[in-house]
C-alpha cells in the first residue's frame, strides 16, 4: 500500500470516528423541504376547497330581499308606530332605452376593464378581504359583475362567507350572461340616493327627465353618485362632497376620452349639470318627512349603509315626544301662522320658521318643527345653517373669556359684574382690523356691567369683550359647543353673531350651559335594529365636560336676566317656570331668534326670510327680511320666536314647572344679592330696551336682577345719561348681527354688507 493509500484510509477513520452532529431548536421544524411542501399543501388545499366552492354554489334563481325590500319602521319615544317607509322607487329599464354615452359612464367610472375582464377582480377582492378580517370595513375593489351580484342576489354585510359567494357567483354569472345583461342588471339594481333604485328612477329624481333623455354629462354625475349616493347629492353636500363628486364626475369623463368614447373636443365642452332640488317622497307629508330625513342622515353620518338601509328591514326609535311634537306645532300655529296673511300681506309668504327641543339631561331631541311641511318646504328649517344666529352668539363669547380667565384692556377679570363702555360705535381697542359696530338703535349706554350689556344685547360691549377674550379662543370655545367651525370667520364681526348656524347647533350650544358644562350633542335617533341584527351601536349625546360647571352655570345664572328684565321679558316673564335665555335679530332683519331653557328642556326657535317667489329683485329661496310680516315693523327674537318658545315650553312642561336652576356661582342675575345696591339716578330720557316684542322699547336700562353692577375698583357703576342721538325708529332698532349702517361703505369696518 502506497503512502497516499495510507493517507485516504487514516482520513477514513478519522471522518468515521468524528460525532455526528445533532441539529437543534427550530430547524428540526422548518427546513426549507418543509415550509415549501406546507405551502404547496396548502395551495392545493385552497384550490381543491375554491373547486368545492365554485360546483357547491349556484346563482340563485331570484333576487335578495332588496329586490323585494321591505319597510322600515320610525317610532316615536314611547314606542309608537310614526310611519312605515318601503315602497321602493324602481322602473328597471332596458339597455336599449339607456343612451350609449351613458351606458359607458358607468363603465368608466366604476371598472375600465369590464368588456375584458373574466367578472372578477381577484386582486381588489382578496384586499377587501384581509381588510374584513382586520375589522377595516368596506375597502378593496369589486368589478361591475360583483356589484351587480351583491346588488342583486346577496346582501351588503362585510364577511369573508359573503365575499366568497360574490367571486363565485359572479364568475358563474360573467359565463352565463352577456356582458350587455349584467351592465343592465348593475344599473338598474343601484342604488343612487333620494330613494332612487335603478336610472330611471334615478333620472328623474335628479334631472326630472326619463332615462332615454339623459346627457353623457348627467350619466356621469350619476354614475359618480354610486360611490356615495348621500354625501354626493348636489343640493345637500357640503363643500368637500361638492368637490370631490365633481372630481368624480371628471375623472368619468376623462376615462372616456382613454378608452376612446368620448372625443377630446367632446370631453372640453362638457359642463357640470347640477342637479335639481329633491322631490319629497309620498306620505312623508307635515312634520313626518323632516323627522324621517334628518333620522336617515344621522344613521348614515353615525356609520349605517345607506343602500343596506334602503333596502328596508330597520325599526328606528327616535327620541321624538308625540305630545311634546305636538304642541310644538300647536304652538307655531297659534303664535305665528295664524298671523300671517299672505294673500293680504306678500311679506308673510317669506316667513319660515325652525325650531329644535332638546332634554338636556338624555341630549334627545324631543320635538323639532322644520317648516311649513316637508312636501311644501323640502328644507328642515331645525338644520338649516345659513342664517346668521345674531346675538344668540354673545353668551358663548361670554363663556370663552371666563373659562380662559381672560382680563379687559385694564387687567380686570372678566365676569358678569365687570364694567365695559357700551358708547355707541366705539372702536374697539386692541385689534388689528377697525371696528367700532352701532347698538341697537344707535343708543348709547355709557359705563355698562357685562350683565346689563346682555340684557340689553350692546353691541359695542361684545365687540370689546370678544377682542379681549381673543377671537381664535372664542371660535375654540364655540366649535366646542357644537357650532360649525368652517361658518366662522375669525374677524371682529363674527362677536356680532355673523356666521351661519342652525337651530339644531344652537340648542346643542345651550343645552351644554343647561347642563352644567357638559357637552351635548343632540341626537334624534335613540335606537336603530336590523331585522333579528344586534341593536346598531350609537354614541352617547352626552359627551365631557366641555365647560367648567361654574363657567356654565354663571352664564345660566346670567341668561336669567335677559328672561326677567331684558330683551325677552315681554314674552318670557313671569312664567310658571324658572327660565334663560338669549334674543337675537340679524343683519337687516333677515333673522330673528330666541333660545332659551329651563331646568329641564332646551329650545332654540329661529324665523328666518326666505323669498317664497322670484321677482325683478330676489330670487326664490334667496334671504329676504322679515319686515312687515304679521303686519308690523320688524321682526325682533322677543316677538314671534319668544313668543312661540314661551307657548311651547308652557304646554310641554304641563305641571312639571316647578324645578330650579342647580347653580355653583354667585355671579349673574340668578342669584341672590351679596349687598344691597346703592340708589342709582334715572336720567330724564336713557336708552329703551331693544327687541320689545310690541315694538315699542321700554325707557330704562336694565340692571343685573339682584346684583349690583360694580367696576374693577368696586365703585357702584352709574347709569347711563347720555341720551339718543335721534328720535328711535318708530318699529324699534335691531341688535345683535343687525349692526345699523356702515358708516365706511360696505365692510369697511369689518361689518357685513348690507342690502
Same mark, same amino acid.
Given at each position: 500500500?502506497?503512502?497516499?493509500?495510507?493517507?485516504?484510509?487514516?482520513?477514513?477513520?478519522?471522518?468515521?470516528?468524528?460525532?455526528?452532529?445533532?441539529?437543534?431548536?427550530?430547524?428540526?421544524?422548518?427546513?426549507?423541504?418543509?415550509?415549501?411542501? &406546507?405551502?404547496?399543501?396548502?395551495?392545493?388545499?385552497?384550490?381543491?376547497?375554491?373547486?368545492?366552492?365554485?360546483?357547491?354554489?349556484?346563482?340563485?334563481?331570484?333576487?335578495?330581499?332588496?329586490?323585494?325590500?321591505?319597510?322600515?319602521?320610525?317610532?316615536?319615544?314611547?314606542?309608537?308606530?310614526?310611519?312605515?317607509?318601503?315602497?321602493?322607487?324602481?322602473?328597471?329599464?332596458?339597455?336599449?332605452?339607456?343612451?350609449?354615452?351613458?351606458?359607458?359612464?358607468?363603465?368608466?367610472?366604476?371598472?375600465?376593464?369590464?368588456?375584458?375582464?373574466?367578472?372578477?377582480?381577484?386582486?381588489?377582492?382578496?384586499?377587501?378581504?384581509?381588510?374584513?378580517?382586520?375589522?377595516?370595513?368596506?375597502?378593496?375593489?369589486?368589478?361591475?359583475?360583483?356589484?351587480?351580484?351583491?346588488?342583486?342576489?346577496?346582501?351588503?354585510?362585510? &364577511?369573508?362567507?359573503?365575499?366568497?359567494?360574490?367571486?363565485?357567483?359572479?364568475?358563474?354569472?360573467?359565463?352565463?350572461?352577456?356582458?350587455?345583461?349584467?351592465?343592465?342588471?348593475?344599473?338598474?339594481?343601484?342604488?343612487?340616493?333620494?330613494?332612487?333604485?335603478?336610472?330611471?328612477?334615478?333620472?328623474?329624481?335628479?334631472?326630472?327627465?326619463?332615462?332615454?333623455?339623459?346627457?353623457?354629462?348627467?350619466?356621469?354625475?350619476?354614475?359618480?353618485?354610486?360611490?356615495?349616493?348621500?354625501?354626493?347629492?348636489?343640493?345637500?353636500?357640503?363643500?368637500?362632497?361638492?368637490?370631490?363628486?365633481?372630481?368624480?364626475?371628471?375623472?368619468?369623463?376623462?376615462?372616456?376620452?382613454?378608452?376612446?368614447?368620448?372625443?377630446?373636443?367632446?370631453?372640453?365642452?362638457?359642463?357640470?349639470?347640477?342637479?335639481?332640488?329633491?322631490?319629497?317622497?309620498?306620505?312623508?307629508?307635515?312634520?313626518?318627512?323632516?323627522?324621517?330625513?334628518?333620522?336617515?342622515?344621522?344613521?348614515?353620518?353615525?356609520?349605517?349603509?345607506?343602500?343596506?338601509?334602503?333596502?328596508?328591514?330597520?325599526?328606528?326609535?327616535?327620541?321624538? +315626544?308625540?305630545?311634546?311634537?305636538?304642541?310644538?306645532?300647536?304652538?307655531?300655529?297659534?303664535?305665528?301662522?295664524?298671523?300671517?296673511?299672505?294673500?293680504?300681506?306678500?311679506?308673510?309668504?317669506?316667513?319660515?320658521?325652525?325650531?329644535?327641543?332638546?332634554?338636556?339631561?338624555?341630549?334627545?331631541?324631543?320635538?323639532?318643527?322644520?317648516?311649513?311641511?316637508?312636501?311644501?318646504?323640502?328644507?328642515?328649517?331645525?338644520?338649516?345653517?345659513?342664517?346668521?344666529?345674531?346675538?344668540?352668539?354673545?353668551?358663548?363669547?361670554?363663556?370663552?373669556?371666563?373659562?380662559?380667565?381672560?382680563?379687559?384692556?385694564?387687567?380686570?377679570?372678566? &365676569?358678569?359684574?365687570?364694567?365695559?363702555?357700551?358708547?355707541?360705535?366705539?372702536?374697539?381697542?386692541?385689534?388689528?382690523?377697525?371696528?367700532?359696530?352701532?347698538?341697537?338703535?344707535?343708543?348709547?349706554?355709557?359705563?355698562?356691567?357685562?350683565?346689563?350689556?346682555?340684557?340689553?344685547?350692546?353691541?359695542?360691549?361684545?365687540?370689546?369683550?370678544?377682542?379681549?377674550?381673543?377671537?381664535?379662543?372664542?371660535?375654540?370655545?364655540?366649535?366646542?359647543?357644537?357650532?360649525?367651525?368652517?361658518?366662522?370667520?375669525?374677524?371682529?364681526?363674527?362677536?356680532?353673531?355673523?356666521?351661519?348656524?342652525?337651530?339644531?347647533?344652537?340648542?346643542?350650544?345651550?343645552?351644554?350651559?343647561?347642563?352644567?358644562?357638559?357637552?351635548?350633542?343632540?341626537?334624534?335617533?335613540?335606537?336603530?335594529?336590523?331585522? &333579528?341584527?344586534?341593536?346598531?351601536?350609537?354614541?352617547?349625546?352626552?359627551?365631557?365636560?366641555?365647560?367648567?360647571?361654574?363657567?356654565?352655570?354663571?352664564?345660566?345664572?346670567?341668561?336669567?336676566?335677559?328672561?326677567?328684565?331684558?330683551?325677552?321679558?315681554?314674552?318670557?316673564?313671569?312664567? +310658571?317656570?324658572?327660565a334663560a335665555g338669549k334674543t337675537g335679530t340679524s343683519d337687516d332683519n333677515k333673522s330673528a331668534w330666541f333660545v332659551g331653557y329651563t331646568p329641564k328642556l332646551v329650545t332654540a326657535v329661529g324665523m328666518f326670510g326666505e323669498a317664497a317667489a322670484s321677482d325683478d329683485k330676489v330670487r326664490q329661496g334667496a334671504q329676504v327680511t322679515l319686515k312687515g310680516v304679521g303686519g308690523g315693523g320688524r321682526v325682533n327674537g322677543g316677538g314671534y320666536p319668544a313668543r312661540v318658545w314661551a307657548d311651547y315650553t308652557a304646554g310641554a312642561l304641563g305641571g312639571n314647572t316647578g324645578a330650579d336652576f342647580d347653580l355653583d356661582t354667585n355671579l349673574g342675575a340668578g342669584v341672590p344679592p351679596t349687598s344691597t345696591p346703592p340708589p342709582t339716578r334715572t336720567p330724564s330720557q336713557t336708552p329703551s330696551t331693544p327687541e320689545s316684542p310690541s315694538n315699542t322699547p321700554s325707557q330704562t336700562p336694565s340692571t343685573p336682577s339682584g346684583?349690583?353692577?360694580?367696576?374693577?375698583?368696586?365703585?357702584?357703576?352709574?347709569?347711563?345719561?347720555?341720551?339718543?342721538?335721534?328720535?328711535?325708529?318708530?318699529?324699534?332698532?335691531?341688535?345683535?348681527?343687525?349692526?345699523?349702517?356702515?358708516?365706511?361703505?360696505?365692510?369697511?369696518?369689518?361689518?357685513?354688507?348690507?342690502?
Amino acid at each position: 500500500m502506497g503512502r497516499a493509500d495510507v493517507r485516504r484510509a487514516q482520513q477514513g477513520s478519522a471522518r468515521r470516528a468524528k460525532p455526528k452532529q445533532k441539529r437543534g431548536g427550530i430547524r428540526r421544524f422548518f427546513t426549507w423541504k418543509k415550509v415549501l411542501g &406546507t405551502f404547496l399543501g396548502a395551495c392545493l388545499l385552497g384550490i381543491l376547497g375554491f373547486i368545492g366552492l365554485y360546483l357547491y354554489v349556484d346563482v340563485p334563481t331570484d333576487g335578495n330581499k332588496q329586490a323585494t325590500a321591505q319597510s322600515n319602521v320610525y317610532k316615536y319615544a314611547d314606542g309608537k308606530v310614526m310611519a312605515r317607509v318601503g315602497a321602493v322607487n324602481r322602473e328597471s329599464v332596458p339597455l336599449s332605452r339607456i343612451p350609449k354615452g351613458v351606458q359607458r359612464t358607468f363603465v368608466a367610472a366604476e371598472n375600465k376593464t369590464f368588456y375584458q375582464d373574466s367578472g372578477v377582480d381577484l386582486k381588489g377582492t382578496f384586499r377587501g378581504i384581509l381588510n374584513t378580517l382586520r375589522g377595516q370595513g368596506k375597502q378593496g375593489g369589486s368589478t361591475i359583475t360583483q356589484q351587480y351580484v351583491k346588488n342583486y342576489y346577496l346582501s351588503q354585510e362585510q &364577511t369573508v362567507s359573503r365575499k366568497l359567494q360574490e367571486i363565485v357567483i359572479s364568475l358563474k354569472v360573467d359565463n352565463k350572461f352577456s356582458k350587455d345583461d349584467i351592465l343592465a342588471g348593475y344599473i338598474n339594481t343601484s342604488y343612487y340616493g333620494r330613494g332612487a333604485y335603478g336610472i330611471q328612477a334615478a333620472a328623474q329624481a335628479y334631472y326630472g327627465v326619463d332615462v332615454d333623455k339623459l346627457s353623457v354629462s348627467q350619466g356621469a354625475y350619476l354614475a359618480s353618485l354610486l360611490q356615495a349616493p348621500s354625501q354626493y347629492d348636489w343640493t345637500t353636500a357640503t363643500d368637500a362632497g361638492k368637490a370631490r363628486v365633481k372630481d368624480r364626475w371628471a375623472y368619468t369623463l376623462d376615462n372616456m376620452v382613454e378608452m376612446g368614447w368620448l372625443p377630446a373636443a367632446e370631453r372640453r365642452k362638457q359642463e357640470f349639470d347640477k342637479p335639481g332640488q329633491p322631490k319629497p317622497l309620498p306620505g312623508l307629508d307635515g312634520q313626518t318627512g323632516y323627522l324621517i330625513t334628518a333620522a336617515k342622515k344621522e344613521l348614515f353620518a353615525k356609520g349605517v349603509d345607506e343602500k343596506e338601509f334602503e333596502a328596508g328591514g330597520w325599526t328606528v326609535t327616535l327620541g321624538i +315626544d308625540k305630545d311634546k311634537q305636538q304642541q310644538l306645532e300647536k304652538s307655531v300655529k297659534h303664535k305665528l301662522t295664524d298671523e300671517l296673511d299672505p294673500k293680504k300681506r306678500k311679506v308673510d309668504a317669506d316667513a319660515q320658521l325652525g325650531a329644535t327641543s332638546v332634554d338636556p339631561e338624555t341630549g334627545h331631541i324631543v320635538a323639532m318643527y322644520g317648516g311649513a311641511g316637508y312636501t311644501k318646504h323640502y328644507t328642515n328649517n331645525a338644520l338649516r345653517s345659513d342664517y346668521q344666529p345674531a346675538s344668540t352668539f354673545k353668551p358663548l363669547i361670554l363663556a370663552s373669556a371666563m373659562e380662559n380667565n381672560a382680563t379687559t384692556q385694564d387687567g380686570e377679570p372678566i &365676569t358678569p359684574d365687570t364694567v365695559y363702555d357700551g358708547s355707541n360705535r366705539r372702536p374697539v381697542v386692541g385689534g388689528t382690523i377697525p371696528f367700532a359696530p352701532p347698538n341697537e338703535d344707535e343708543r348709547e349706554y355709557g359705563k355698562i356691567s357685562v350683565q346689563t350689556a346682555t340684557n340689553n344685547s350692546v353691541n359695542a360691549v361684545f365687540a370689546q369683550m370678544g377682542q379681549d377674550a381673543g377671537l381664535e379662543q372664542v371660535k375654540k370655545t364655540a366649535v366646542g359647543l357644537g357650532m360649525d367651525g368652517s361658518k366662522m370667520d375669525v374677524k371682529p364681526a363674527m362677536t356680532l353673531g355673523t356666521m351661519g348656524a342652525s337651530p339644531l347647533q344652537m340648542a346643542g350650544a345651550y343645552a351644554t350651559l343647561d347642563n352644567h358644562g357638559k357637552k351635548v350633542t343632540p341626537a334624534l335617533v335613540t335606537k336603530a335594529v336590523h331585522g &333579528t341584527d344586534e341593536e346598531q351601536s350609537l354614541p352617547d349625546p352626552i359627551g365631557e365636560q366641555v365647560l367648567s360647571r361654574k363657567t356654565a352655570d354663571t352664564l345660566t345664572s346670567v341668561l336669567t336676566g335677559v328672561v326677567n328684565d331684558g330683551t325677552a321679558s315681554d314674552a318670557v316673564k313671569n312664567t +310658571d317656570y324658572e327660565a334663560a335665555g338669549k334674543t337675537g335679530t340679524s343683519d337687516d332683519n333677515k333673522s330673528a331668534w330666541f333660545v332659551g331653557y329651563t331646568p329641564k328642556l332646551v329650545t332654540a326657535v329661529g324665523m328666518f326670510g326666505e323669498a317664497a317667489a322670484s321677482d325683478d329683485k330676489v330670487r326664490q329661496g334667496a334671504q329676504v327680511t322679515l319686515k312687515g310680516v304679521g303686519g308690523g315693523g320688524r321682526v325682533n327674537g322677543g316677538g314671534y320666536p319668544a313668543r312661540v318658545w314661551a307657548d311651547y315650553t308652557a304646554g310641554a312642561l304641563g305641571g312639571n314647572t316647578g324645578a330650579d336652576f342647580d347653580l355653583d356661582t354667585n355671579l349673574g342675575a340668578g342669584v341672590p344679592p351679596t349687598s344691597t345696591p346703592p340708589p342709582t339716578r334715572t336720567p330724564s330720557q336713557t336708552p329703551s330696551t331693544p327687541e320689545s316684542p310690541s315694538n315699542t322699547p321700554s325707557q330704562t336700562p336694565s340692571t343685573p336682577s339682584g346684583t349690583p353692577s360694580q367696576t374693577p375698583s368696586g365703585t357702584p357703576s352709574i347709569p347711563p345719561t347720555t341720551t339718543p342721538s335721534g328720535p328711535a325708529p318708530p318699529n324699534g332698532g335691531t341688535e345683535g348681527g343687525d349692526t345699523g349702517d356702515d358708516p365706511g361703505g360696505n365692510g369697511a369696518n369689518g361689518l357685513p354688507g348690507f342690502d
